[in-house]
Nanobody
Framework: QLQASGGGLVQAGGSLRLSCAAS????????VGWFRQAPGKEREFVAS????????YYAESVKGRFTITGDNAKTTMYLQMNRLKPDDTAVYYC????????????????????WGQGTLVTVSS
């Protein structure tokens, strides 16, 4: 089970750190992804990490502003979001799966099996 937290209201240019906590499992060797869904829009990829290789993947819209990391115990993953923009307003979801996948699948929502409940991020202008 995944629990996402850390969302809130922030002004444009500000920062937030989202957390994704795993219960009953660790993220050891499991891909972890962050996705978001804005009102009236499709769910979109934000960032992901192969926890085995530590290789990260980012959507172009967040590259250089967002960073995905994890704790050493691999029970909690984070999404550090800096220089937030109003377009970043969305419900953010973390997701994972049991086995590693190829790089080309790391940005696809359909690649992930388990999802958290989402946390709302609102960026005011």
């Amino acid at each position: 089970q995944l629990q996402a937290s850390g969302g809130g209201l922030v002004q444009a240019g500000g920062s937030l750190r989202l957390s994704c906590a795993a219960s009953g499992r660790t993220f050891n060797s499991s891909p972890v992804g962050w996705f978001r869904q804005a009102p009236g829009k499709e769910r979109e990829f934000v960032a992901s990490i192969d926890t085995w290789t530590r290789r990260t993947y980012y959507a172009e819209s967040v590259k250089g502003r967002f960073t995905i990391t994890g704790d050493n115990a691999k029970t909690t993953m984070y999404l550090q979001m800096n220089r937030l923009k109003p377009d970043d307003t969305a419900v953010y979801y973390c997701a994972t799966r049991d086995r590693r996948i190829v790089a080309s699948a790391m940005t696809l929502a359909g690649s992930f099996e388990y999802w958290g409940q989402g946390t709302l991020v609102t960026v005011s202008s």
